[in-house]
């Protein structure tokens, strides 16, 4: 007998407002005292804008939005590289944290999400600073890695696409962020997922993440090149600084 309907998918977490704090109240305290409030007004259209999209839960968490923005700016990042832009919350954000002539590589399968978006990144006045590319992003990668002069040439990376590929990403990322510069991974929490002693209530789709999740989060943690920290916003953000 088929008994997937009654395992937990992606959109019955994403129907909860608890967040990984499992604590609405809290989740709430939280995003209304210092997170909407200091929100840039492209990135609230943006996040309304995407309401109404199918998957919509995709889109990157404000407060784990707002420590990015911080990180940015702490490093003086002005190249980086984008892999998953969905409706653009994170791309934009981060358009908005580097300089004027900053540039920022942005990887998706799904132009048509982006074009979501699009209009008010150009209605903020950065879109000069995005190169968006229609792709997967390990053909992308690599022709990056072909041109020596792009070895250690980008300041910070955010990965946000398909998460089996994440140790893939890592791999290139840590080629072509420089030395001190930032990878930083969403979803490693996968929904509070990765602490659960059994995967049993889970449908295969949030199965399979969390098998990913746990491999790059073993990973990651054994991994002397980086410098860590797992932080507990949004999904779970990892940031790594590359140490060589
Ligand atoms: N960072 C986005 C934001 O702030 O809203 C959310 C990204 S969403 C979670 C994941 C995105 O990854 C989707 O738009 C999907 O099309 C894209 N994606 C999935 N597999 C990919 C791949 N192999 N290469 C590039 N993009 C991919
Ligand atoms: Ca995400």
Redesign the pocket.
């Known amino acids: 007998m088929d008994d997937s309907a009654a395992r937990l998918s992606v959109h019955d977490f994403s129907k909860t407002d608890v967040g990984l704090l499992q604590s609405k109240e809290l989740n709430q305290y939280i995003l209304e005292t210092n997170v909407y409030p200091r929100e840039p007004e492209p990135l609230k259209e943006i996040r309304n804008a995407t309401a109404s999209q199918p998957w919509n839960f995709?889109?990157?968490a404000p407060d784990g939005g707002a420590l990015m923005a911080l990180l940015l700016k702490l490093i003086n990042a002005k190249k980086t590289i984008e892999?998953?832009?969905?409706?653009g919350?994170?791309l934009l954000l981060t358009a908005l944290s580097i300089p004027d002539d900053g540039k920022i590589v942005a990887?998706?399968?799904?132009r048509e999400?982006y074009e979501v978006g699009l209009p008010i990144i150009q209605k903020a006045g950065v879109e000069h600073k995005i190169d968006f590319i229609e792709s997967?992003?390990i053909p992308i990668l690599d022709k990056l890695l072909e041109d020596p002069k792009k070895e250690g040439s980008f300041d910070y990376a955010f990965v946000?696409?398909?998460k089996a590929?994440y140790l893939n990403y890592h791999e290139r990322l840590m080629k072509l962020v420089r030395i001190g510069g930032l990878i930083v991974f969403d979803n490693t929490l996968w929904l509070g997922t990765v602490a659960w002693a059994s995967d049993s209530l889970l449908d295969d789709r949030m199965k399979l993440i969390r098998h990913h999740m746990l491999k790059i989060n073993k990973f990651l943690a054994e991994d002397a090149r980086v410098q860590l920290s797992q932080v507990p916003v949004g999904d779970g953000l990892t940031i790594c600084r590359r140490l060589y």
Do not use: E, F, P
């Open positions: 995709m889109i990157t892999i998953g832009v969905y409706t919350y994170s990887i998706d399968i799904d999400a997967q992003a946000d696409a398909d590929n």
